[in-house]
């Protein structure tokens, strides 16, 4: 298999790209340890010259090959920046685009003229645009019960909010909807004088895309407790108060 590299630099896999087998090797003089896995090779539709990719990610380093159409990895010819912003935050060994590019559009392309004697797929070029967006953490939500004695009101708190450059949105209804405004912790009575729980759940979406979004916290419930007296009143404590004079 034609793996594209460079003297003790090769292209880096992860796991998750049909790897078959992988063992460690020692430390080379003056050099760094190496990996080496085997990977399935597959080759470009030579239908398709371009290829657009909104990459929402978390931050770090995008690997082109991962964001290549194709069931293995495309070992053949190298990945080439397109223009000089692309060049920029562009590293060779990795293939990858660095995880010091901001937000925006990089382009590049790898192109073989399919005589090399370990080629396998024959002639072919392609451009990948990745248009990179961050997918920000998840925030972090909790929610502390009101308590009747001593009397303290209770609150949904953001422990964690989201990162600069991300809005937190808030569902009350398993995420079904969503809303950016932070729900209120709520002792009004709801239904025949009892106090409804509220679950709440939280994310985090990017302001450049809303379509970049983070994991969903986990849910959040609230146990309110309707504090006495009140008409017709039960609290958590077995007190029950009739406000109504009897002639």
Do not use: H
């Amino acid at each position: 298999m034609n793996l594209g590299g460079r003297e003790n630099c090769i292209t880096v896999f992860d796991t998750d790209l049909n790897e078959l087998s992988a063992f460690n090797i020692g430390n080379p003089t003056n050099g760094s340890p190496k990996g080496v896995g085997l990977a399935i090779e597959c080759c470009p539709d030579p239908n398709i010259q371009v290829i657009d990719v909104d990459a929402c990610e978390p931050a770090g380093d995008i690997l082109l090959n991962e964001q290549f159409p194709c069931a293995g990895t495309v070992c053949e010819a190298e990945w080439v920046p397109a223009d000089a912003i692309s060049a920029s935050f562009f590293d060779s060994c990795k293939q990858s685009i660095s995880e010091l590019a901001p937000e925006g559009c990089y382009s590049y392309t790898k192109i073989s003229d399919g005589i090399d004697i370990n080629a396998r797929c024959g002639a072919f070029s392609v451009t990948l645009n990745i248009c990179k967006t961050i997918q920000f953490n998840p925030p972090q939500i909790s929610i502390t019960d009101n308590t009747c004695d001593p009397n303290v009101s209770g609150s949904i708190n953001v422990d964690v909010p989201c990162a600069n450059g991300s809005t937190i949105e808030f569902s009350t209804d398993g995420g079904l909807t969503w809303s950016t405004t932070q729900p209120v912790y709520d002792t009004t009575s709801s239904f025949e004088d009892m106090v409804m729980p509220v679950t709440v759940r939280a994310r985090c979406v990017n302001n450049n895309n809303n379509t970049c979004i983070s994991e969903e916290t986990a849910d959040v419930t609230s146990i309110p407790e309707q504090c006495c007296p009140v008409q017709n009143c039960i609290s958590r404590y077995g007190q029950f108060t009739i406000n109504k004079r009897i002639p």
